[in-house]
């Protein structure tokens, strides 16, 4: 499942790296978006097969951020 951002900010943290498992509702991501910092949990249960977004990299929404299968 591709990870895509609701908004447009900067990716700020990774709390995964590739290669964990996750649990739906596990935080994989903080970005900052108009001076908030904002969780982005897992929508599902898997690994985390790939990171697209670099840290502070400005992101659109629909850029994909990771990819957990």
Sequence with gaps: MEI???MPGKVMD???NVGDIVK???IVAVME????????PS???GTVKEIRANL???INPGNIIM???
């Design 33 to 40: 978006a108009m001076k908030m910092k904002n969780p982005i």
């Design 4 to 6: 895509k951002s609701r």
């Design 56 to 58: 502070n990299e400005r």
């Design 43 to 45: 929508p599902v249960d």
């Design 24 to 26: 739906k509702g596990d």
């Design 14 to 16: 990774y709390k995964v």
């Design 67 to 69: 990819i957990i299968e």
